[in-house]
DNA sequence: GTGAAAGCGCTAACAG
DNA sequence: CTGTTAGCGCTTTCAC
């Protein structure tokens, strides 16, 4: 005996109850108006009969998916791994919360092919764009194709709808606090201001300085580095001007800034990061570091997505909190 | 004006080209008997209007999605993190590579819902179940529910279909190698036997000795060791039968004896690990590791499901591949 | 080799 | 409040 159809449908629910289809449907998306007595009826059977609607048919209908893309650059170099899955993890949070499901999409630098891809075939209703070296081909695609879409970290278009953390205002707190130990002088490490991450980083930076009435020097500033040499060189530049504490960037800046002091064998200069990652964490140099929470970021993100796709209001510009996490 | 629509679909190739939608779909599909010359004007058509297949509509009248889902634990605990996230950009590679998508999964170890969902909402063809400390719970509600699927590690499970390191080999060659090296006095300190792991850990330990003609001393094999109070007291136990090389079961036991170790001062014992991973990398003590790229490990389960799902013929069990990996 | 027609299972006007 | 009727866009018999 072959079986004839595994799953229930809507028909033989309506036909079961001596309802038409349509009224199913309402009773159970809870569209439409029903009579509580009917609803009721209709929803017993289902709920006894274990029915779950086809969400296929569903979005062929509706021409939605209830899918969310994420996008996450394949060849994430290790140390960033924790941050695309934490990210991912607080994405499928939000996503669960709201009955959606979360599609990943790799890509690499020069080939959305799998972004394309799902856009085209519409298995997805928007997408989230995690933090990339290179956001702005995806984005421009997106944006091409009119698919909505979210960034995870800061975009310079200002007309995208992003989810980041407030750069500025947690590097003006750490500053803040540093200024505060009786540090007298504080260097900045910084990489290339064409970054805007690195241009709020400077702002924070500047604005505790004024804050505190202490003039910014200029030879304690060093701007644009990239790369371990460059930061090393930098880390004695500021040692010569004379700083007892620097702060730096970016994790990687951080390490390799703690490495070079260990290594020259310079005493009495301490650190701080603007960026907390697991690369940092083993160097008895680092006093404090910004900290965030990536997984409820993740989350941030998919939610101000799920909101914009389902036309709630959304904020241009959502912050997460931070925190400033004390080493020694 | 209103965009009237946005995508071409069959109907309006084939009223373009003067065909019936059928064979329009035929020629796009490639199935079915279409001539060559019509076939050509079809795709030709389709290549430069750049139309797509709406992959809904398709997965509704094939009753098929072209998704495959990945369990993923909410908690991965963070020194786990590394693991799922490579493994599930594996997953992703294999799946890109024949068209399929990924939809994510995650649970938690009392809740399932989310796996339930996707499945009953019928989102994915076939699930991959990523290695985890409850594999059976989800496991038997797939196998009820009649949905496909692969676990990537073992079960204990013959019927279902597996993919997983080739952990007995491993084992005994690892542990050859610590022979050849003239240590005399080898000892293995490894986690509950229930676990099938620790079951191939055990043996391929036991084989190496074997194959070199030396017996396995009772008081060196050390076995259902679990926390790391237990490993420590492990390793006072391998130092006191005169070990002068302790094999580690897993890494997390590698860590605690290492740190035993170096925490009581005692010298000349050295320790390898039957598993690898971030927590180890620190030890000085620590001569060589079992080493599995987990990419491929995701790829080849990725690659396996996928052909399950196409009624390609699968090995019950894949081996991945492995490498040793020397320190020092 | 090609076309007509009947679905896949659900949704959404439109009537009543 | 409920039923009828068209679809959503593609696949797939079944004829011709």
Avoid: W
Avoid at 287 to 299: A, K, P
């Amino acid at each position: 005996m072959p079986a004839k159809r595994q799953n229930l449908i809507l028909d033989d629910i309506a036909s079961e109850l001596g309802l038409s289809k349509s009224t199913v449907s309402r009773a159970i998306s809870g569209k439409g108006r029903v009579s509580d007595e009917t609803r009721q009826r209709v929803l017993d059977y289902a709920e006894t009969h274990g029915f779950t609607p086809n969400s296929i048919a569903s979005s062929l209908a509706r021409s939605r998916t209830n899918n969310i893309g994420v996008v996450i650059p394949s060849e994430a170099f290790s140390n960033e791994i924790p941050f695309f899955q934490e990210c991912l993890m607080g994405v499928c949070e939000a996503a669960a919360k709201r009955s959606y499901d979360v599609l990943v999409a790799t890509i690499a630098e020069d080939d959305i092919s799998v972004l394309k891809r799902i856009v085209s075939n519409q298995k997805v209703d928007g997408i989230l764009l995690t933090r990339s070296l290179v956001l702005d081909y995806p984005a421009d695609f997106l944006k091409n194709a009119r698919v909505p879409f979210v960034t995870v970290g800061s975009s310079s278009d200002p007309n995208i709808v992003q989810v980041d953390t407030d750069t500025r205002t947690a590097c003006r707190n750490l500053t803040r606090e540093t200024l505060q130990k009786s540090k007298t002088r504080v260097a900045l490490i910084l990489g290339p201001v064409a970054y805007i991450v690195n241009q709020d980083r400077l702002d924070g930076f500047t604005s505790a300085f004024q804050a505190a009435g202490k003039p910014v020097e200029d030879a304690l500033v060093i701007k644009g580095v990239t790369g371990g040499k460059a930061v090393k060189e930098a880390v004695m530049q500021a040692v010569a001007a004379e700083a007892d504490c620097i702060l730096c960037g970016d994790d990687f800046i951080c390490a390799k800034a703690a490495e070079q002091l260990l290594a020259s064998g310079v005493t009495g200069v301490r650190i701080s990061s603007f960026y907390n990652s697991d690369v940092i964490r083993d160097y008895s140099l680092v006093d404090s570091v910004v900290n965030v929470d990536v997984r409820s970021y993740g989350f941030a993100a998919g939610e101000t997505l799920i909101k914009l796709l389902e036309h709630e209001p959304v904020e241009q510009k959502t912050y997460v909190s931070h925190s400033i996490l004390h080493y020694h």
